[in-house]
């Protein structure tokens, strides 16, 4: 019997890699095999993104392309999983009606279940979590399922990395922000589970796990009379044998606390990057997006973490042009981002989502060539601080974990013997790329920098002992 043919695609966040990760691993139970393209699949499904604006309209125009081929062979299964199916849930089947299936992020244990049905005639499917204001939080969050039990090292960038989900949802309810209403309250997954599926990883090879949480280091679990912290699950991670490096974001500013950053400095299996969203450096603004901190506060937490782990990579968010933006709110905003010196931050245009606070409240009044004149320039500050960190690397040695091969030589398709560009990260997850060849893919290999951009450090493999000098990362 010939296996059913599974196409995915995934927009969006780490969240959004893992779901599709599992999806596809409960797929696979089911008897399916991946396809290259929707035309060879049985089942094609769009794993969404509802954070930005492109995100949808990226999605949309590809549900539309679909419509033809949906025509010529209407035994194909198409499906849109995540947050903007939680987000649209009918206006999809409106906008596209030849949509078989939409799952929110809370049901994707469903998906093959309904996938079933619809094979046996039952019609499309529509399945997503309660609305936040639905009913009691406690109902509400039951109607949010934590998926995690299956993983799929093929759905995987490379079989030695894995994203864990320590938490769903969020409480924090930023007015710009759509995740608590698609992702629904937050929930900490209860320690055990976590460490043996980290456990399970590190029998399957993986030698690096990233925990995940809308804000991770907000995660607390009640067991008895004590309540398990982020600083304390990373002390058990820490303690699996195989896991080599720890990584976790995204962090919220006001959950950075000390004994949070005095683990990261103690535990040497954990890296020392702190990706900590500032979103603004202006009070007026923060305020307006509901961020429940000051710059001070903002500025305060950084000194913490250079205090305490002096070497620290810390990266930021920022939106610009978001709902009354001034031109001195902005300067503001560049002057945060001078004095963080950042190791990259994601700056983004302000993007209205219907849905929140933000949208109903404010209105989208910065111009978008503003918005657009805003973000180059503030990308053209941190590329340059980015390049000055980078460069402090020259001369160095590092360790890193390699990726693969770079994505210059995947565009060149380089394969077999011979050396290649292959891709790896260190510690404080700079990216290194280097002449090497596939054998080291999954090992952690000591290179030596020779030259940065702001986004690269370039470097040569140390085949042998050249000193005894240890550098750490920055």
Same mark, same amino acid.
């Given at each position: 019997?010939?296996?059913?043919?599974?196409?995915?695609?995934?927009?969006?966040?780490?969240?959004?890699?893992?779901?599709?990760?599992?999806?596809?691993?409960?797929?696979?139970?089911?008897?399916?095999?991946?396809?290259?393209?929707?035309? %060879?699949?049985?089942?094609?499904?769009?794993?969404?993104?509802?954070?930005?604006?492109?995100?949808?309209?990226?999605?949309?125009?590809?549900?539309?392309?679909? *419509?033809? &081929?949906?025509?010529?062979?209407?035994?194909?299964? @198409?499906?849109?999983?995540?947050?903007?199916?939680? *987000?649209?849930?009918? &206006?999809?089947?409106?906008?596209?009606?030849?949509?078989?299936?939409?799952?929110?992020?809370?049901?994707?244990?469903?998906?093959?279940?309904?996938?079933?049905?619809?094979?046996?005639?039952?019609?499309? *499917? &529509?399945?997503?979590?309660?609305?936040?204001?639905?009913?009691?939080?406690?109902?509400?969050?039951?109607?949010?399922?934590?998926?995690?039990?299956?993983?799929?090292?093929?759905?995987?960038?490379?079989?030695?990395?894995?994203?864990?989900? @320590?938490?769903?949802?969020?409480?924090?309810?930023?007015?710009?922000?759509?995740?608590?209403?698609?992702?629904?309250?937050?929930?900490?997954?209860?320690?055990?589970?976590?460490?043996?599926?980290?456990?399970?990883?590190?029998?399957?090879?993986?030698?690096?796990?990233? #925990? #995940?949480?809308?804000?991770?280091?907000?995660?607390?679990?009640?067991?008895?009379?004590?309540?398990?912290?982020?600083?304390? #699950?990373?002390? %058990?991670?820490?303690?699996?044998?195989?896991?080599?490096?720890?990584?976790?974001?995204?962090?919220?500013?006001?959950?950075?606390?000390?004994?949070?950053?005095?683990?990261?400095?103690?535990?040497?299996?954990?890296?020392?990057?702190?990706?900590?969203?500032?979103?603004?450096?202006?009070?007026?603004?923060?305020?307006?997006?509901?961020?429940?901190?000051?710059?001070?506060?903002?500025?305060?937490?950084?000194?913490?973490?250079?205090?305490?782990?002096?070497?620290?990579?810390?990266?930021?968010?920022?939106?610009?042009?978001?709902?009354?933006?001034?031109?001195?709110?902005?300067?503001?905003?560049?002057?945060?981002?001078?004095?963080?010196?950042?190791?990259?931050?994601?700056?983004?245009?302000?993007?209205?989502?219907?849905?929140?606070?933000?949208?109903?409240?404010?209105?989208?009044?910065?111009?978008?060539?503003?918005?657009?004149?805003?973000?180059?320039?503030? #990308?053209?500050?941190?590329?340059?601080?980015?390049?000055?960190?980078?460069?402090?690397?020259?001369?160095?040695?590092?360790?890193? &974990?390699?990726?693969?091969?770079? *994505?210059?030589?995947?565009?060149?398709?380089?394969?077999?013997?011979?050396?290649?560009?292959?891709?790896?990260?260190?510690?404080?997850?700079? @990216?290194?790329?280097?002449?090497?060849?596939?054998?080291?893919?999954?090992?952690?290999?000591?290179?030596?920098?020779?030259?940065?951009?702001?986004?690269?450090?370039?470097?040569?493999?140390?085949?042998?002992?050249?000193?005894?000098?240890?550098?750490?990362?920055?």
């Amino acid at each position: 019997m010939t296996a059913k043919k599974l196409y995915i695609e995934t927009v969006g966040c780490q969240m959004n890699l893992l779901d599709s990760e599992l999806v596809v691993a409960s797929l696979r139970r089911a008897g399916y095999e991946l396809a290259s393209s929707p035309k %060879r699949a049985d089942v094609i499904l769009f794993n969404t993104c509802s954070v930005r604006q492109h995100a949808e309209d990226k999605i949309y125009s590809a549900l539309g392309r679909l *419509k033809h &081929l949906k025509r010529r062979h209407p035994h194909k299964i @198409i499906g849109v999983l995540g947050c903007m199916a939680q *987000k649209d849930q009918r &206006l999809i089947f409106q906008r596209a009606p030849y949509v078989d299936l939409v799952v929110g992020p809370g049901q994707l244990h469903r998906v093959p279940e309904l996938i079933r049905q619809i094979e046996q005639g039952s019609g499309p *499917k &529509l399945e997503v979590s309660l609305d936040r204001t639905a009913g009691p939080q406690a109902q509400v969050a039951e109607s949010f399922v934590s998926y995690d039990p299956l993983r799929d090292p093929q759905m995987r960038p490379t079989p030695y990395q894995a994203f864990v989900r @320590i938490m769903i949802g969020c409480d924090k309810f930023c007015t710009y922000c759509i995740v608590p209403k698609v992702r629904g309250p937050e929930q900490s997954r209860p320690p055990e589970h976590i460490l043996a599926e980290v456990r399970r990883l590190a029998d399957e090879g993986c030698r690096e796990v990233t #925990l #995940l949480g809308q804000t991770v280091n907000s995660y607390k679990y009640r067991q008895g009379e004590r309540t398990v912290t982020l600083a304390e #699950l990373l002390e %058990r991670v820490h303690q699996v044998e195989g896991i080599d490096r720890i990584k976790f974001v995204t962090n919220f500013p006001l959950d950075m606390t000390q004994p949070l950053l005095e683990a990261v400095r103690a535990l040497p299996k954990v890296s020392h990057y702190l990706h900590v969203p500032a979103q603004s450096g202006s009070d007026r603004i923060l305020r307006r997006m509901k961020r429940g901190y000051t710059v001070a506060q903002y500025r305060e937490m950084l000194h913490r973490i250079y205090d305490t782990v002096p070497e620290a990579a810390v990266t930021s968010d920022f939106i610009v042009g978001f709902c009354g933006e001034s031109e001195e709110d902005f300067q503001q905003t560049v002057r945060l981002v001078e004095e963080g010196r950042f190791k990259n931050s994601y700056i983004f245009k302000y993007s209205p989502r219907p849905g929140t606070k933000a949208h109903q409240l404010y209105a989208d009044d910065v111009p978008e060539q503003v918005k657009r004149r805003r973000n180059n320039e503030l #990308l053209a500050v941190q590329n340059r601080i980015s390049l000055e960190l980078n460069e402090r690397f020259i001369g160095r040695q590092v360790e890193v &974990l390699v990726e693969g091969p770079s *994505k210059a030589a995947q565009k060149q398709a380089q394969h077999g013997e011979g050396p290649l560009q292959l891709c790896g990260r260190t510690l404080c997850d700079r @990216i290194v790329v280097f002449e090497g060849n596939l054998r080291q893919v999954g090992q952690i290999l000591p290179v030596r920098i020779y030259d940065a951009t702001p986004h690269t450090l370039l470097g040569v493999v140390v085949t042998q002992h050249v000193g005894p000098e240890v550098y750490v990362l920055q």
